[in-house]
């Protein structure tokens, strides 16, 4: 009797486990301070978050997003999965202001902490996590000619191209870019 | 006396120290002097060490960066990062031209700053100087990371 007491105890605590303490299935990168976390929270613009002002879409793109864990506090979602200098938000904005489960990394060895979001689905959902890989989508569909050629975006993002062609690779003229790759 | 106030947080400003007006909005008035920067790879060392990810050095990274979309932080003398709100009145604080043009450049902030759960945020409000690329590290670290100028691959 007292064995059948304690696999319904045992039973129960499994039940009543949080979210939070589910197994992640974040993949290292071996960052500063990694954590791999799993947890539920709701979508929010980080700017509503903080002051209050709140528009329906999240901002529609233009904000940075986070998530409202269910103990209040805030997480910054600033990376998705892919390596290759992309964000959060295409992957966060189709969720907004609806709670969702995330697994991720938080990264930052100090107070400052940012969270690369890895996989995401509706919480409460037995539906297979979506990993967040929409950044590149959404680029190739607003640079379609760029899309189709074998360069990677960042390579040929025209806003960055016409920023390095003024400035320079190290932002400080095409002379000391010049100098530079002669001497190094 | 107002005049005499944002004079005084001006000069404040334009020496590097943080100065602190009044509250608003649950936020603090500040002028705030550091560079902007990319979060990612400062926060998460994926680059390197803190002191290669900013300045010459890891500029064409912090363009692209921020032209992705990641959070462009604005990081004072003292080593807070601030992550940015919003613009000098823009709303687009995601891959934005207003981010791009000053990516890596130190400037002097006037804005509201606020602290939630270890973060620290800024509504800059007004960029009152704009001393452009000041940590000239592209001696020290090459380029970081290395194929950011493909010349030199």
Same mark, same amino acid.
């Given at each position: 009797?007292?064995?059948?007491?304690?696999?319904?105890?045992?039973?129960?605590?499994?039940?009543?486990? *949080?979210?939070?303490?589910?197994?992640?299935?974040?993949?290292? !990168?071996?960052?500063?301070?990694?954590?791999?976390?799993?947890?539920?929270?709701?979508?929010?613009?980080l700017?509503?978050?903080?002051?209050?002002?709140? *528009?329906?879409?999240?901002?529609?793109?233009?904000?940075q997003?986070?998530?409202?864990?269910?103990?209040?506090?805030?997480?910054v979602?600033?990376?998705?999965?892919?390596?290759?200098?992309?964000?959060?938000?295409?992957?966060?904005?189709?969720?907004?202001?609806?709670?969702?489960?995330?697994?991720?990394?938080?990264?930052?060895?100090?107070?400052?902490?940012?969270?690369?979001?890895?996989? %995401?689905?509706?919480?409460?959902?037995?539906? %297979?996590?979506?990993?967040?890989?929409?950044?590149?989508?959404? !680029?190739?569909?607003?640079?379609?000619?760029?899309?189709?050629?074998?360069?990677? !975006?960042?390579?040929?993002?025209?806003?960055?191209?016409?920023?390095?062609?003024?400035?320079?690779?190290?932002?400080?003229?095409?002379?000391?870019?010049?100098?530079?790759?002669?001497? !190094? | 006396?107002?005049?005499?106030?944002?004079?005084?947080?001006?000069?404040?400003?334009?020496?590097?120290?943080?100065? +602190?007006?009044?509250?608003?909005?649950?936020?603090?008035?500040?002028?705030?002097?550091?560079?902007?920067?990319?979060t990612?790879?400062?926060?998460?060392?994926?680059?390197?060490?803190?002191?290669?990810?900013?300045?010459?050095?890891?500029?064409?990274?912090?363009?692209?960066?921020?032209?992705?979309?990641?959070p462009?932080g604005?990081?004072?003398?003292?080593?807070?990062v601030y992550f940015v709100l919003?613009?000098?009145?823009?709303?687009?604080?995601?891959?934005?031209?207003?981010?791009?043009?000053?990516?890596?450049?130190?400037?002097?902030?006037?804005?509201? %700053?606020?602290?939630?759960?270890?973060n620290n945020f800024?509504?800059?409000?007004?960029?009152? +100087?704009?001393?452009?690329?000041?940590?000239?590290?592209?001696?020290?670290?090459?380029?970081?990371? *290395?194929?950011?100028? *493909?010349?030199?691959?």
């Amino acid at each position: 009797m007292r064995k059948l007491l304690s696999m319904i105890a045992a039973g129960l605590v499994c039940v009543a486990s *949080p979210v939070s303490a589910q197994e992640s299935q974040a993949e290292s !990168w071996g960052l500063l301070g990694e954590q791999a976390l799993r947890f539920e929270g709701k979508v929010t613009d980080l700017l509503c978050a903080i002051t209050g002002n709140c *528009p329906a879409d999240c901002g529609a793109g233009k904000r940075q997003l986070g998530l409202l864990r269910d103990d209040g506090s805030l997480v910054v979602v600033g990376k998705n999965v892919q390596a290759a200098f992309n964000g959060g938000v295409p992957d966060m904005l189709p969720f907004c202001g609806q709670r969702v489960e995330v697994d991720g990394l938080m990264v930052g060895e100090g107070a400052t902490k940012l969270y690369q979001v890895q996989l %995401v689905r509706p919480a409460g959902s037995d539906a %297979v996590f979506e990993k967040t890989t929409r950044w590149t989508d959404v !680029w190739a569909a607003s640079h379609p000619d760029l899309a189709a050629t074998g360069d990677p !975006w960042f390579r040929k993002d025209p806003r960055v191209l016409s920023r390095i062609k003024a400035e320079g690779y190290l932002g400080l003229g095409l002379e000391v870019d010049r100098k530079f790759i002669a001497e !190094w | 006396m107002h005049v005499v106030r944002r004079f005084a947080l001006l000069i404040l400003g334009l020496l590097g120290m943080p100065t +602190a007006d009044a509250i608003a909005d649950g936020g603090t008035r500040m002028t705030v002097t550091g560079e902007m920067m990319d979060t990612w790879c400062y926060l998460s060392g994926v680059m390197g060490g803190a002191e290669a990810v900013v300045g010459s050095s890891h500029h064409t990274c912090a363009l692209w960066c921020a032209a992705g979309g990641i959070p462009v932080g604005l990081l004072t003398d003292d080593g807070t990062v601030y992550f940015v709100l919003q613009m000098e009145g823009s709303p687009d604080v995601v891959g934005s031209d207003t981010l791009l043009d000053v990516q890596s450049d130190r400037l002097v902030a006037d804005g509201i %700053v606020y602290e939630r759960d270890g973060n620290n945020f800024i509504i800059v409000e007004k960029v009152v +100087a704009n001393e452009g690329i000041t940590v000239l590290n592209h001696t020290d670290y090459g380029p970081v990371p *290395p194929f950011a100028i *493909p010349e030199l691959n």
